[in-house]
């Protein structure tokens, strides 16, 4: 029993305060508690409470955007490992924590980027973090050139890096030329941008950057963590579909989005592959991650590469819902991607629109809030997978026609 006395509670006061500035502004943040089917994906069982028996809903905002977290080679990949080997990796990297499936894995990355050398991390964050972080310390002077929507976890690591830090207009190569035209001469520098941005759905003029960042012998770090999986002909990424991945410095993926798994990573040259895995506190001074969950990615990856079929699907289901959503006149934001947002512009109509359309539709999307978004830009995003039946389809189009008329 948790002690409950006045005097355990004598800290709390800031922090409820906190919390209610949270609700009245409609963006405190419940979890949905959900048990995925792997036989009915993308099908999940929601549970108000761990004693509820729970309803079957429809999950439409997941990352395992192709449900390789499902796929039966990869949870038979998963379990021979844990079967054989057990499943914890029971130390770091250094101290007895690299299994052949680790090894094996950051070769597989590297092969898929077409790259030297690959490093493996516990979360698409931490390499993100660590990685910026080290590249910071490993480069005395570094400036580091952000691109203004990027991510939170480039943020922490371009902060805690200790480099000078500046912004560019989203996605705009000229004003990325006309900030490194002002940087003195002789300065290492660093271009940090994502390829796919999660919540818009757009996707960088990647060619246009690199032909800017060679132009001042800038080096380049890509996030493609929505990307792997998805686009080029074997789902490495943009950069490979756009045949310009020899030309990106630092490639960084993850493993829990499209593979379906759980992790990070970077690729790139094994000088730099090298110098950060022996640089990046968030690489170095934590348990690996776990060989079961390596091995089960070094599946996933391996059936990405092999054939286009999942990504021709995926896609036609992206195609098919964009256009049943403009049909029903609902507002589907322009998204040259597989990611499908819909504007909703208010914190508190976003999370009342979700709500209703999980407990009156068995349909689970999640709002997305300020400060992932912008306050103003609130909206719902629409995730469809391979799985994602035209039946499915129609049934969210209609669920979402008569929620957004009723709430108001
Ligand atoms: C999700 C995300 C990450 C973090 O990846 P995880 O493996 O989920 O930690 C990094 N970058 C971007 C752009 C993301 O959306």
Sequence with gaps: MFDATPAAHRHDAPFERYLAQLRSEGRYRVFADLERDAAAFPRARWRRTPEDTGVEVTVWCSNDYLGQGRHPDVIAAMQAVAGAGGVGAGGTRNISGTSTWHVRLEQTLAAWHAKPAALLFNSGYIANSASLAALGRLLPGLVILSDEKNHASMIDGIRQSGAAKVIFRHNDPADLAAHLAQIEPGRPLLVAFESLYSMDGDIAPLAAMLDVADQYGAM?????????????????????????????????????????????????????????????????????????????????????????????????????????????????????????????????????????????????????????VPRGTERLRLTPTPFHSDALIGDLVRALTTVWAAVP
């Design 220 to 372: 380049t770090y890509l996030d493609e963590v929505h990307a792997v999986g998805l686009y080029g002909p074997r789902g490495a990424g943009i950069a490979e579909r756009d045949g310009l991945g020899n030309r990106v410095t630092i490639i960084e993926g993850t493993l829990g989005k499209a593979v379906g798994c759980h992790g990070g990573y970077i690729a790139g040259s094994r000088a730099i592959v090298d110098a950060i895995r022996s640089a990046a506190g968030g690489f170095i001074f934590t348990t690996s991650v776990a060989p079961p969950v390596a091995a089960a990615a070094v599946r996933s990856i391996e059936l990405l590469m092999a054939g286009q079929d999942l990504r021709r699907a995926h896609a036609g289901q992206v195609a098919t819902l964009k256009a049943a959503l403009t049909a029903a006149g609902l507002p589907v934001m322009a998204s040259e991607s597989h990611i499908v947002p819909l504007m909703v512009g208010d914190a508190a109509r976003c999370k009342a629109i979700s709500d209703r359309l999980l407990t009156d539709h068995q349909i689970y999307v999640q709002p997305i809030n300020y400060p992932t």
